[in-house]
C-alpha cells in the first residue's frame, strides 16, 4: 500500500461505466439493482456519503 | 437497503465496506461517486470491488454473502494483492483508413468491408502496443475495436511499485486510472 496512490484525470463516463457496470463483484442477478431500464444522465453531485460502513465476517 | 462497495481484508478477516440507504440509479454523478469511495478504501489495503447496484438487503445477508463465498472472495483478493487495474484507451492512427467516418447510405457488404477493416487495423495496434505492455502486468483484458473513435481499450492489473514504469511505457496511449481492480474481480 502506498499513500502516493494519484489518479491521472484524463476519465471519460465510458471508462467508468465499462468497469463500474461491467465489471467488479457480481451477486445474485434478483437482488441487484436493474442497470439496463436506466437512462445515465447527468445530474449535479449530490451530498457525499458521510461515512461508508464496515461489515466483518464473524 | 444495504448497498455494497467492496470486499476487503481487515486482520485477516474478510470485510464488506457498505452504505445503508437506498440503491442509487447509475447516473454519472452516482458511478463517479462510488468510484471515489471504491478509490478511497483502496488506498487503505487491496479491496475487490463489487459492481454498481450490488444490494442486499440487510447486514445478516452480507455477512451471509462474506461466509458463502468466502474462498472465491478470498481467492480474489489474493490475485490483485498489492495491485491496481490501469487503463488503456488507443484512437485510431492519424490517416488510418479505419478512422474515415461512415458517411452516406452503404450496402451491406460495404458495410461489412469496412467492419472488418477497422478490426484488421484494430488488430494491428493492439499487436503494436498491447504485449509491451501486458509484459509488465500480472493480468490484462483487451478489447478491439469497443466504439467507433477507439480502436482498442485494456486493462492491466499493475503492481503498485510499477505504475510509473507502466505510465512511461504507455506513452503513445491515453492512459487512465489507477483504478479499483474492477476489470479483474468478475
Request: proline share 5%.
Amino acid at each position: 500500500v502506498n499513500e502516493t496512490l494519484v489518479r491521472q484525470r484524463e476519465v471519460t463516463l465510458v471508462d467508468l461505466v465499462d468497469r463500474l457496470l461491467g465489471g467488479g463483484v457480481v451477486i445474485d442477478g434478483d437482488i441487484t439493482l436493474a442497470v439496463a431500464d436506466v437512462d445515465l444522465v447527468t445530474i449535479s453531485l449530490r451530498a457525499l456519503v458521510a461515512s461508508v460502513e464496515k461489515v466483518a465476517a464473524p | 437497503v444495504i448497498c455494497l462497495y467492496a470486499i476487503g481484508e481487515r486482520d485477516d478477516r474478510l470485510v464488506a465496506f457498505t452504505r445503508r440507504g437506498a440503491a442509487m440509479p447509475p447516473t454519472e454523478a452516482a458511478l463517479v461517486e462510488h468510484d471515489r469511495i471504491v478509490f478511497s478504501l483502496m488506498r487503505d489495503g487491496d479491496v475487490l470491488p463489487m459492481r454498481f447496484g450490488a444490494v442486499l438487503p440487510d447486514e445478516d445477508a452480507v455477512r451471509g454473502l462474506l461466509r458463502e463465498r468466502s474462498e472465491e472472495l478470498r481467492a480474489g483478493l489474493e490475485r490483485v494483492r498489492g495491485r491496481v487495474e490501469i487503463g488503456v484507451r488507443a484512437g485510431w492512427e492519424d490517416g488510418s483508413a479505419a478512422d474515415a467516418r461512415p458517411n452516406g447510405k452503404r450496402s451491406g457488404a460495404e458495410f461489412m468491408r469496412a467492419k472488418l477493416e477497422r478490426r484488421r487495423a484494430a488488430r494491428s495496434r493492439a499487436d503494436e502496443i498491447h504485449p509491451r505492455l501486458a509484459e509488465l502486468a500480472a493480468d490484462s483484458v483487451l478489447t478491439l475495436c469497443p466504439r467507433d473513435d477507439t480502436a482498442f481499450t485494456a486493462a492491466y492489473l499493475v503492481d503498485r511499485n510499477d505504475i510509473e514504469r507502466f505510465a512511461a511505457r504507455a506513452n503513445t496511449v491515453t492512459v487512465t486510472g489507477p483504478w479499483p481492480p474492477y476489470s479483474f474481480s468478475g
